[in-house]
């Protein structure tokens, strides 16, 4: 059953180039509600943590440099069946791919610099929002 919750993060890329209030009405635009927030920096350490389902690829090691490499918007958003609607808004990893009126498209640069992150299951959802949020950071 699809839940009501999903993780974002605005990328160190989108953040560096003034994307952040853009996504963020975009994501308000949608229909999301944000419950948590924050600007953060993720350490080399946390990001590994985060993104350790990927070790083993070889593009690990770029992407914990990348994701430790500047500030980061993270944010749980709410709307009925989140993942799957996020995933929609979001657009396909590679912009070039990404459909028009999308996240991706409007603000992604490449594969690697591609503006958000977004959660691509519940389980994984709820997983990574408590990576980032105790449960008094979390307003519904």
Same mark, same amino acid.
């Not at 808004?89 to 977004?118: F, Q």
């Given at each position: 059953m699809a839940t009501n919750r999903t993780l974002t993060m605005i990328k160190p890329d989108a953040v560096r180039n003034g994307h952040i209030g853009g996504i963020l009405e975009m994501i308000n635009a949608a229909g999301f509600r944000i419950v948590a927030m924050k600007y953060t920096k993720l350490s080399p350490e946390k990001a590994g943590e985060f993104y350790a389902v990927h070790a083993a690829r070889p593009f690990y090691g770029e992407l914990v440099e990348f994701m430790s490499g500047g500030p980061i918007v993270a944010a749980i958003l709410e709307k009925?069946?989140? %993942?799957?609607?996020?995933? =929609?808004?979001?657009? $396909?990893?590679?912009? &070039?791919? &990404?459909?028009?009126?999308?996240?991706? =498209?409007?603000? &992604?640069?490449?594969?690697?610099?591609?503006? %958000?992150?977004?959660?691509?299951?519940?389980?994984?959802? &709820?997983?990574?929002?408590?990576?980032?949020? $105790?449960?008094?950071?979390?307003? $519904?």
């Open positions: 009925d069946n989140a %993942v799957e609607e996020f995933r =929609k808004l979001i657009g $396909a990893t590679n912009p &070039a791919d &990404a459909a028009e009126g999308t996240i991706r =498209k409007k603000y &992604a640069t490449s594969i690697g610099e591609n503006a %958000v992150h977004g959660s691509d299951s519940d389980e994984n959802a &709820a997983i990574e929002g408590s990576f980032h949020f $105790a449960g008094t950071e979390i307003f $519904a």
